[in-house]
């Protein structure tokens, strides 16, 4: 039987694979879904896009009710025009850099300095268990709570948010290496000593890709954190991003720029998280990760 | 036997001898960094508006609490207690958006993750709401409500809210349909099948939404107290640096970290250890 021909079916599974046939095999030879369009059909996209829809004419009706919509709620449209004004003058490129430019040496600099001291920390269980305390206190103070400190100690200058970034980065980073350390099996170790392993060959045989994973998590929840110490950090110290854009923005009423930036700073997080940080974990946790007996 | 060695006895029948080993060796860097910060202020090395002394932060407490009657008049918020205030106005406000958020997260959780298919819709935009919760609604919150205590209780409430929605959304998307077939084969109703099947699967999950919420919520709330705040030890971080008090911005860092120490160990530590022990594995997004 010819593959695409119509055929009468019983089962109301294979009707539906029939009519995604006719409607998009052939009806229209060339499109041919991909699997993940098709995964994004089945698991509710209709629904999906109808929310996104009932969300914006929501959003559109109440800015068309309200008193001063331009003040409160302006509508979706001039967001988007806003956004076009903006970019035309080189200013959204320009803060967005900034603010990932800012995050990327931060946090560079706070998990480079951070995973070499959780290391050295783990090495030893006397010193691993005197360190851990003090680096869960300083785990829980967060950043921005720092952030008044530093503005005293180096004003609103550029140091003072990175500061924020690497302190951020640094002790969740840091105590998640010493977990992770401390958490690798016994075994292996002895195994790899009763082979005669000097002690460098045990830290980069053993610990280091023992600690991957923990590394790995602790650095995707760490920039978690520094994500919004960044933009709380542009806002307090006033530093050019679009922390600051959306803070300055809401200073001279301009409520649709405040929105705009709401909406590029999700989804930049969530371009930065799905595509960045979270392939990385998921790597490192399958090349890395052992199963725990 | 000399006193010491018979304190020493004591204390390692008290504790237990290996928590008392840990407990003196994780004292060793809180020491000596207490030591360094007093030598700091003995010897001058750093100018007191930078690093104040230890004493001048304790001293700060009496100072913001000068005009403070006495306990009961601290707790009953009168204006003179500054520094009572502000940790009763941030705990306050925690705790609001705790009884309220909670509830309606967990509600809408449920209820949006038992149609699969609206379930499956709905994660991105939780996905999406989580991303820009917290700092960002900031501009956005002072615009509506003005600078105040309606603006942090919004973003605090935001961030507790989506949290725990997200969580509890896939927590009960993430039962096993069996479960619910089985309830119902056996002749339960809607009601029972919520709470026999729906919250109990997704307990470890709603536990987790809670630890991540207070965390990012506590967070948010600091950072949103000294930016559209009124009152909230974040409010008075900000005031006291931009009077460079240095000494009060000091005291108000140490308070947020003990707070959040406390309640991390004193509740929401013990209830994750409980809802694994009672439930199963605490269940993490990735």
Known sequence: MAPHAPQRSERPGEAVA???????QHAHPRVVLSARARRFWRQ??????????????????ISATIPRPDRYLPSPLSVLLSSGDL??????PNYLGQTLWRLIVGSLIGIALGIPFGILVGLNRHVSEMFYPILNFFQSISGIALLPILMIWWGTTEKTVLGVILYTCFFPIAFNVLTGVRSTPRIYMNALRTLG????????DVLVPGAMPSIATGARLSIGYAWRAAIAGEMLAGRRGVGWMIFSAQQVDETAQVILGMALIGILWILLDRYALRPIESDTIQRWGFVQR | MNPLARLSLGLQKRFGRQRLRRIL?????????????????????????????PAAVWGAVFNLQDGC??????LRQSSGCLFTNHILSSIGRVGLSLVVGLPLGVAFGVLAGMHRRLAHALEPVGVFANAISGIAWVPLAIIWFGVGWLTTLFILLNTVFWLVFFNTLLGVRGVPRAYEHGVLTLGAKRWKVITHVYIPGALP??????????????????????????????????????????????????????????????????????????????????
């Open chain 1, 197 to 204: 392993a000097s002690r460098l060959r045990i830290v980069r």
């Open chain 1, 18 to 24: 029939l009519l995604d046939r006719a409607l998009f």
């Open chain 2, 25 to 53: 060796l994780g004292a060793i860097p809180f020491v000596a960094l207490g030591s360094l910060w007093q030598m700091n202020a003995v010897y001058g090395w750093l100018a007191p508006i930078h690093i104040p002394p």
């Open chain 2, 69 to 74: 009657p006495g306990v009961i008049d601290a």
């Open chain 2, 205 to 286: 999950s709603i536990v987790t939404g809670i630890r991540m919420s207070m965390g990012f919520g506590w967070r948010a709330l600091i950072a949103a107290e000294m930016i559209g705040g009124d009152r909230g030890l974040g409010f008075m971080l900000f005031v006291s640096a931009q009077e460079y008090k240095t000494e009060e911005v000091f005291l108000g860092v140490l308070v947020i970290a003990i707070i959040w120490m406390l309640t991390d160990r004193a509740c929401l530590v013990p209830l994750e250890r409980w809802t694994i022990e009672r439930w199963g594995l605490v269940w993490r997004p990735t």
């Open chain 1, 87 to 92: 970019l035309w003058k080189g200013i959204l």
């Open chain 1, 44 to 61: 509710g996209g209709i629904e999906l896009a109808l929310l996104v829809v009932f969300i914006l004419a929501a959003w559109a009706t």
